[in-house]
């Protein structure tokens, strides 16, 4: 249908030792057109699901990437794994920039503390942690830690490929991976379930469209992060944030962070890449708060504010009780989690 949306889902092989995965269970019992009802209330689209099965290798890792990298595209990308030792479904916010295999590959590809590309983690650009569980056939929870194998590394180097991508708005089309427990403790029709209420949620993750904001994690070398306090006047007046800014029409968010960090703070960072994302609602608009992993080689002392009342450096190792604007205490908790 010309109005359809399409999206990937792809799972994978048997691997170690097992006769089946229920990712590529999943995958074979939803290849083809289906309705998707907008969870959050609303309207149904039509949703093309083309399938895919990947090997448990090194090929397999990087084919989805190829793929986009070549030009192919989708409104979403889900992949799915099979996650061992998970007693519910698991998605994955977060995907690390680390190999570190307890058992070979299905090449025989054996890799100990390794890494992706070296360029460091990156993270999904929608917030499943504001989808209501309520809406789902079964608990889940939300990770931070996607592992180290080939589950891991797919996820890695797809988001890496779609951030390289051409687009029109601030992000890509979403991608995000979904961990299934086996088949002895999720049963197939309920995995099937699961995984198409989170392809509805990919087509619509927020329940209106949102204003994208990118904010800056911007850490020194000794790993100690910025952060900067609300003016007084504003709606949050004297709570504490990473520093950012609404990106602009057609901004990419590399481009609006650094913008927005130059004008905030009169410092000049390389933006990398996402590292999560938060939804906030604040009267009638929804926010999408991205946190964005920044560098800069500016010192501190040239740090000029134009927008806060304060700044201060957090150590990881003993952080402040602060008082934090919107989700970023949330944020900030990732990051002490990850970092």
Same mark, same amino acid.
């Given at each position: 249908?010309?109005?359809?949306?399409?999206? &990937? +889902?792809?799972?994978?092989?048997?691997?170690?030792?097992?006769?089946?995965?229920?990712?590529?269970?999943?995958?074979? #019992?939803?290849?083809?057109?289906?309705?998707?009802?907008?969870?959050?209330?609303?309207?149904? /689209?039509? /949703?093309?699901?083309?399938?895919?099965?990947?090997?448990?290798?090194?090929?397999?890792?990087?084919? !989805?990437?190829?793929?986009?990298?070549?030009?192919?595209?989708?409104?979403?990308?889900?992949?799915?794994?099979?996650?061992?030792?998970?007693?519910?479904?698991?998605?994955?916010?977060? *995907?690390?920039?680390?190999?570190?295999?307890?058992?070979?590959?299905?090449? =025989?590809?054996?890799?100990?503390?390794?890494?992706?590309? @070296? !360029?460091?983690?990156?993270?999904?650009?929608?917030?499943?942690?504001?989808?209501?569980?309520?809406?789902?056939?079964? *608990?889940?929870? /939300?990770?931070?830690?996607? @592992?180290?194998?080939?589950?891991?590394? !797919?996820?890695?180097?797809?988001?890496?490929?779609?951030? =390289?991508?051409?687009?029109?708005?601030?992000?890509?089309?979403?991608?995000?991976? +979904?961990?299934?427990?086996?088949?002895?403790?999720?049963?197939?029709?309920?995995?099937?379930?699961?995984? %198409?209420?989170?392809?509805?949620?990919?087509?619509?993750? $927020?329940?209106?469209?949102?204003?994208?904001?990118?904010?800056?994690?911007?850490?020194? $070398?000794?790993?100690?992060?910025?952060? %900067?306090?609300?003016?007084?006047?504003?709606?949050?007046?004297? &709570?504490?944030?990473?520093?950012?800014?609404?990106?602009?029409?057609?901004?990419?968010?590399? #481009? =609006?962070?650094?913008?927005?960090?130059?004008?905030? &703070?009169? /410092?000049?960072?390389? *933006?990398?890449?996402?590292?999560? !994302?938060?939804?906030?609602?604040?009267?009638?608009?929804?926010?999408?708060?991205?946190?964005?992993?920044?560098?800069?080689?500016?010192?501190?002392?040239?740090?000029?504010? #134009?927008?806060?009342?304060?700044?201060?450096?957090?150590?990881?190792? #003993?952080?402040?009780?602060?008082?934090? $604007?919107?989700?970023?205490?949330?944020?900030?908790?990732?990051? &002490?989690?990850?970092?």
């Amino acid at each position: 249908m010309a109005n359809s949306r399409r999206v &990937l +889902l792809t799972g994978f092989e048997p691997f170690g030792g097992h006769e089946r995965n229920i990712s590529a269970d999943v995958v074979h #019992s939803l290849q083809g057109m289906m309705s998707l009802a907008n969870p959050w209330g609303g309207e149904t /689209v039509v /949703v093309e699901i083309e399938t895919d099965v990947l090997s448990v290798d090194e090929a397999g890792s990087k084919k !989805t990437a190829e793929r986009v990298e070549k030009g192919a595209s989708w409104d979403a990308i889900l992949h799915l794994g099979l996650c061992e030792q998970c007693d519910v479904p698991r998605l994955e916010r977060l *995907a690390r920039d680390a190999i570190d295999m307890r058992i070979p590959d299905n090449s =025989g590809r054996s890799i100990k503390g390794g890494v992706v590309d @070296g !360029t460091g983690h990156c993270g999904a650009w929608v917030d499943p942690s504001s989808w209501p569980s309520s809406f789902f056939p079964s *608990a889940y929870t /939300v990770s931070n830690d996607a @592992g180290a194998y080939l589950c891991n590394e !797919t996820y890695h180097r797809t988001m890496k490929a779609l951030l =390289g991508q051409e687009h029109t708005s601030s992000f890509p089309s979403p991608c995000l991976f +979904l961990h299934l427990p086996g088949s002895q403790k999720m049963a197939l029709h309920e995995a099937v379930s699961f995984v %198409s209420q989170c392809l509805a949620f990919l087509m619509f993750p $927020a329940p209106s469209d949102t204003i994208d904001v990118v904010a800056g994690y911007l850490p020194n $070398a000794a790993g100690h992060y910025l952060v %900067s306090q609300r003016p007084a006047g504003d709606v949050d007046e004297g &709570l504490w944030e990473f520093p950012g800014g609404k990106c602009e029409s057609g901004e990419r968010w590399s #481009s =609006g962070i650094e913008r927005e960090l130059l004008e905030e &703070l009169d /410092v000049a960072v390389v *933006a990398h890449q996402p590292l999560g !994302t938060w939804l906030r609602q604040r009267g009638d608009f929804w926010f999408a708060i991205h946190l964005i992993r920044c560098e800069t080689s500016a010192s501190d002392d040239s740090i000029n504010l #134009s927008a806060h009342d304060a700044w201060q450096r957090l150590d990881p190792d #003993s952080p402040p009780q602060l008082s934090w $604007a919107g989700r970023d205490g949330e944020m900030n908790e990732f990051v &002490l989690d990850v970092f």
